[in-house]
């Protein structure tokens, strides 16, 4: 089975820290990745996805995230906030197979200026 | 073109009535998904869609939630007998290409907020 762990369900930081959103996945096989973000009152927006290719993904915005199989991970990070990140960031897996898939619980970020 | 659009965007119903969710895809996408987002949780997946058969129905929650789609399109939600746990935002995605390879990007819809009181 797989399965989306997302550490910190509110993560605050202040303008020019440095963002680090956390994601753990469990799968029985290598998995794509996946990361979107949902600004208030709007559907969510794909920001990057790792496809079994470069294990570093960059993103929009100054974000990036990195797969390190070893540790089942896929965390996001940005070198400097802005306030404009602020929003709910989901990690999602699924299978190189198939087309079920899971998201972990969100991680809602606030920048404080 | 048009991105994905769901109706109603919201939708208040009585317990024990039936309600139906609609999902319009973007143009040519043979890919159809169904989540449902309750308050503080992340996504659930509820049902994927190749064009209009859906090999997966394992995340449907109960016999009380059933979808189709026609035509390659549209497709529709449909919860019976609605309970107050179901009362969540249902969102509907659509993406290019399925066959196995699930990497394409998924567009999501606004998604409809349904209340069940």
């Known amino acids: 089975a797989q399965s989306v762990t997302q550490l910190g369900s509110h993560v605050s930081v202040s303008e020019g820290a440095l963002v680090l959103l956390r994601c753990n996945y469990s799968s029985s096989v290598p998995p794509y990745l996946f990361w979107y973000v949902q600004y208030p009152n709007q559907g969510l927006q794909l920001l990057l996805k790792?496809?079994?290719?470069?294990?570093l993904v960059k993103g929009i915005n100054g974000f990036e995230a990195e797969f390190k199989k070893s540790e089942t991970s896929f965390h996001r990070t940005k070198p400097s906030a802005h306030m404009s990140d602020a929003a709910e960031y989901f990690c999602a897996v699924t299978l190189n197979t198939g087309n079920q898939f899971y998201f972990g619980t969100g991680t809602s970020l606030t920048v404080i200026p | 073109g048009a991105g994905v659009s769901q109706s109603p965007s919201n939708k208040v119903t009585e317990k024990g009535k039936d309600v139906e969710l609609r999902c319009d895809p973007i143009?040519?996408?043979?890919?159809l998904y169904w989540y449902r987002q309750s308050l503080g949780q992340g996504l659930e997946f509820l049902i994927y869609f190749q064009g209009n058969s859906a090999p997966d129905k394992s995340g449907l929650p109960s016999d009380r939630f059933s979808a189709e789609r026609t035509g390659g399109s549209v497709s529709t939600l449909t919860i019976q007998r609605t309970q107050q746990e179901d009362s969540a935002v249902y969102l509907c995605?659509?993406?290019?290409?399925?066959?196995?390879?699930?990497?394409?990007?998924?567009?999501f819809g606004p998604g409809t907020r349904l209340t069940v009181l």
């Open positions: 143009s040519g996408h043979t890919a």
């Open positions: 995605a659509s993406s290019l290409e399925v066959a196995g390879a699930p990497t394409d990007t998924q567009y």
């Open positions: 790792y496809t079994s290719a470069a294990t």
